[in-house]
């Protein structure tokens, strides 16, 4: 009997401390940018869904193309994808890659 509870109990501890990391992992959030606010260190993403300002931190990674940049690179109406967290009850960036423009190569 003590087995038993012991192992539900167990199983229990378990499934709440993943369903904490799960919610500390955020989502990708994907879009056009709708705005830059390099005062308040925010971007705005214009998604399928409607827009998302997310924060951004001294620890975010920012790369254009494949390039290590800054949140002053982050251009209005560039594509990217965001990997978020949860940090202080804010969505906060964990890395914004900003999608280049391929080149057209002449007719």
Wanted: charge should be positive.
């Amino acid at each position: 009997m003590m087995k038993k509870f012991s192992i539900v109990v167990l199983v229990m501890v378990l499934a709440l401390s993943l369903s904490g990391i799960a919610s500390a992992m955020g989502h990708v959030v994907k879009g056009k940018v709708a705005a830059v606010d390099t005062k308040a260190n925010t971007v705005t993403v214009k998604t399928s869904d409607g827009k998302v300002t997310i924060a951004v931190t001294s620890d975010t990674e920012i790369l254009v193309g494949k390039k290590k940049k800054d949140l002053k690179s982050v251009k209005k109406g560039k594509k990217v994808t965001i990997e978020t967290s949860m940090k202080d009850g804010k969505k906060t960036a964990v890395s914004i890659k900003v999608k280049k423009r391929k080149a057209v190569v002449g007719c």
